[in-house]
């Protein structure tokens, strides 16, 4: 498995906090992603990140924010959270074809959210 | 936007027969790639086509991208409970992201 880590790995919050997960790389790739996985759903981006300090929406952007100071980091924040947002997140890295479309993916392991 | 879906949601059978999972795209694809996610585990890559009517085989798995690049299919032969798990398909246009289908969840009974 490449060398992908999200933290935390479960949490449970409640309606209204803050709250930040954490995706940290080793293989020194220049895309990382947040997805959510909700049933039904499949994967949906939420942003993603092409360079250090470039971030873009996907498309479940809202409630959401990012940022990635170092190229190993990737930071997800819930500013409020809310019920809605209870799923299973997923940090994801590729590298990119010359053309702009991506390599495969390679994902962490996940963080389960709970928000009551 | 973009969007992806991907037929069917569920399917059930017994060891040694054979399912197929297809997957369409609102818009031409630049290239497809295929997914494996294990019960409780993360999504792991497949396999990637890029080129129209490309046909991959990887043992048992055969993928196939349409000649309009806008759909996709993956077919297992003879399946054994080791193939348990959900199938995403996943389509790249320009931009350097994926548009995920909604996957397919296999399961495999003796």
């Known amino acids: 498995d490449a060398g992908i880590t999200q933290s935390p790995r479960h949490k449970v919050t409640e309606t209204g906090t803050p709250v930040t997960l954490r995706c940290h790389q080793t293989e020194n790739h220049r895309y990382m992603y947040w997805y959510r996985q909700d049933p039904g759903h499949g994967l949906r981006l939420i942003h993603y990140?092409?360079?250090?300090?470039?971030?873009d929406k996907g498309e479940v952007s809202d409630g959401y924010s990012v940022s990635r100071s170092k190229t190993e980091d990737f930071l997800l924040t819930l500013e409020s959270a809310t019920s809605s947002q209870t799923s299973v997140y997923f940090c994801?890295?590729?590298?990119?074809?010359?053309?702009?479309?991506?390599?495969?993916?390679?994902f962490g392991p996940g963080t389960r959210l709970t928000v009551t | 936007g973009q969007q992806v879906m991907q037929i069917p949601q569920y399917q059930h059978v017994q060891e040694g027969e054979d399912f197929t999972t297809y997957c369409n795209s609102s818009?031409?694809?630049?290239?497809i790639q295929w997914y494996k996610q294990r019960p409780g585990g993360h999504p792991v890559f497949l396999i990637q086509l890029v080129k129209s009517g490309e046909v991959k085989k990887q043992k048992r798995l055969t993928f196939q991208f349409g000649e309009a690049k806008k759909n996709s299919s993956l077919h297992i032969t003879a399946t054994q409970t080791t193939d348990v798990g959900t199938y995403f398909c996943?389509?790249?246009?320009?931009?350097?992201?994926?548009?995920f289908g909604t996957g397919t969840r296999l399961q495999v009974t003796l």
């Open positions: 818009t031409t694809l630049s290239n």
């Open positions: 996943a389509g790249a246009g320009t931009a350097s992201k994926l548009t």
């Open positions: 990140s092409y360079g250090v300090k470039d971030t």
């Open positions: 994801a890295i590729s590298e990119s074809m010359a053309s702009g479309a991506p390599y495969e993916q390679y």
